[in-house]
């Protein structure tokens, strides 16, 4: 069964870059018909996607931080990664990665635990 | 639109049959999923597609789609599906993904 874990720092400065990484056990990352995302979650708020991945590396990403995403799979490893420039104290919230099927129905499951990321001096 | 929109807050008696509902213009040319999710944990997917079910998921959970709005139906509600239940799809474009604002459910 697949399974996804979140790994990173949980606390970054403002103006740095935030770097996640995505750990997949139980399958492979090079497995079709799935993507990769990163969805996070503010505290106390709703859900915001944050970007797709295909193993390939053709990448989809929210319009309103694509300047600052980057997503990245590395297929040695079976993990993918997101980094987010300039991070303000609005980029504090809970990062997920999950497995995505990108297709008419689309659909994120199964999800990681999540990891905590807080921006703060 | 790229947007989802849900209500907020819904409320159901105990038992009783409750609807989540989901409007946007990307519902009219891909399927809604729907997730639950709990105080502390990460969301569960609990519907996709016009009505399928991941495996574990109750069948008092079901699905249907009209136009620009996507519904979840729970059948005889129990308090353990108190939760929060966002609906997810892709924006018009087909590029991006979209998830609603979440409706939060209060069992009674």
């Known amino acids: 069964q697949l399974q996804l874990r979140e790994s990173g720092p949980g606390l970054v400065k403002p103006s740095e870059t935030l770097s996640l990484s995505c750990t997949l056990s139980?399958?492979?990352?090079?497995?079709?018909?799935?993507?990769w995302g990163w969805i996070r979650q503010p505290p106390g708020k709703g859900l915001e996607w944050i970007g797709t991945v295909h193993y390939t590396g053709r990448t989809y990403k929210n319009a309103s931080l694509k300047s600052r995403v980057t997503i990245s799979v590395d297929t040695s490893k079976n993990q993918f990664s997101l980094k987010l420039s300039s991070v303000t104290a609005a980029d504090t919230a809970l990062y997920y990665c999950?497995?995505?099927?990108?297709?008419?129905?689309?659909?994120?499951?199964?999800w990681g635990q999540g990891t905590l990321v807080t921006v703060s001096s | 639109s790229s947007e989802l929109t849900q209500d907020p807050a819904v409320s159901v008696a105990l038992g009783q049959t409750v609807r989540i509902t989901c409007q946007g213009d990307?519902?009219?040319?891909?399927?809604a999923s729907w997730y639950q999710q709990k105080p502390g944990q990460a969301p569960l997917l609990v519907l996709y597609a016009e009505n399928s079910r991941p495996s574990g998921i109750p069948d008092r959970f079901s699905g249907s789609n009209s136009g620009n709005t996507a519904s979840l139906t729970i059948t005889g509600a129990q308090a353990e599906d108190e939760a929060d239940y966002y609906c997810?799809?892709?924006?018009?474009?087909?590029?991006?993904?979209?998830f609603g604002g979440g409706t939060k459910l209060t069992v009674l």
């Open positions: 999950a497995t995505q099927n990108f297709d008419t129905a689309p659909r994120f499951d199964p």
């Open positions: 139980g399958g492979s990352i090079t497995s079709t018909p799935f993507y």
């Open positions: 990307g519902l009219r040319s891909y399927y």
């Open positions: 997810q799809s892709r924006d018009i474009s087909g590029n991006h993904v979209v």
